[in-house]
């Protein structure tokens, strides 16, 4: 069953209705959904020096996921190298957070 959860901009708090036109991003410490157009906006005001640069969501996000799953296994097995693959899982977990909190219900 899909649950209907309505999701709002950060920036100017209108409704983001398809998957297309969402961006989700962190903003200092949040992670939070923007419209596009208002990613883009808020990258060319000063509030870039918050407001990450790399959307969470979308395509290349998607090559990074599975980079960081192969990579991540890889360098579990190798001593020296352990703590990369934690951050790695880190950076999974932001995903998964960004998916589950917000890309699955559009
Ligand atoms: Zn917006």
Redesign the pocket.
Known sequence: MKENKTIY?Y??A?EIKNSHDLVVTNNFLLIVP??K??FSKELMGLSTILVGNFPINGAMSNVSTILAIIFGTILLFIRDLRYISVMLLLFLGIRFYSWFQYERHL
Do not use: E, F, L, R
């Open positions: 901009c920036k100017c209108g923007y419209h157009k208002c």
